[in-house]
């Protein structure tokens, strides 16, 4: 295993350690770090025989859900969560966070908004001081197909940069989100942002649907360390 696999194991396992117990509600996010958190989750469920409900965030999720065989639940049955334990692409030293590099950052933002207990597991490639320092990909914006185009100019003439269709790498044609829409990547030209305003600047735009600007949410993110050990992040 190399040392970023053990550093997302390690967060993985601490999360569900520690915010997981009997007859929880718990949100299931997306990406590479979660495979090792649904792993944990099974192996307590076997080991200690809890009684869990697993949210997904994406189709991922349920179908990681489905494979360890853990009881799958829906929103519309179960809107208040206990806990959410959810992946990043970056984290600045705020705890400001950019999530959605693979796609999924409006049932993402969806199901952390129905937990006071949204906890992040990234590997230590994740921790930033400043938002792009690393992921340059840029804040991923969800936008109504038909307002794709007049969405990007609004953007580019609002803050500035460039705001990039995403293109999908194994079909001709753009990205399409579980909800059927399209992502716009803004890569943001380096700046002193507040972020809560930037993110409010953008979703007031009409044709967007959300972004993956995740501000003032996460209580805590855990950091997984290539040793296996994990270095915490408390919100202030």
């Not at 194991?9 to 299931?28: C, H, Q, R, S, T």
């Not at 003439?157 to 460039?162: A, V």
């Not at 790498?169 to 989100?177: C, F, L, S």
């Amino acid at each position: 295993m190399g040392s970023l696999d053990i550093a997302k194991k390690a967060a993985a396992f601490k999360a569900v350690d520690e915010y997981v117990k009997d007859n929880d509600i718990i949100g299931i996010g997306s990406g590479s770090t979660i495979i090792y958190a649904v792993e944990r989750l099974a192996e307590r469920v076997e080991k200690e025989h809890l009684r869990l409900v697993c949210v997904p965030t994406s189709f991922q999720a349920k179908q990681l859900i489905r494979q360890y065989k853990l009881t799958l639940g829906e929103l519309d049955t179960h809107p208040e969560l206990n806990c959410v334990i959810d992946g990043a692409d970056e984290v600045d030293s705020n705890m400001n966070i950019i999530k959605g590099g693979g796609g999924c950052l409006t049932q993402e933002k969806i199901v952390a908004s129905c937990t006071e207990r949204l906890i992040i597991i990234a590997d230590y490639t994740k921790k930033v001081s400043y938002l792009g320092e690393q992921y340059t990909k840029g804040v991923p914006v969800e936008v109504i197909p038909l307002a794709w185009v007049p969405v990007r100019k609004k953007i580019e003439k609002l803050l500035g940069g460039q705001a990039d269709l995403r293109m999908a790498k194994m079909k001709a044609g753009p990205v399409i989100t579980d909800n059927g829409n399209f992502i716009l990547d803004w890569k943001f030209p380096p700046s002193e942002y507040n972020w809560q305003e930037v993110n409010e600047k953008l979703t007031m735009i009409p044709g967007v649907v959300e972004t993956g600007l995740f501000v003032n949410m996460a209580i805590q993110v855990l950091y997984g360390l290539s040793d296996g050990s994990v270095q915490r992040h408390i919100q202030d």
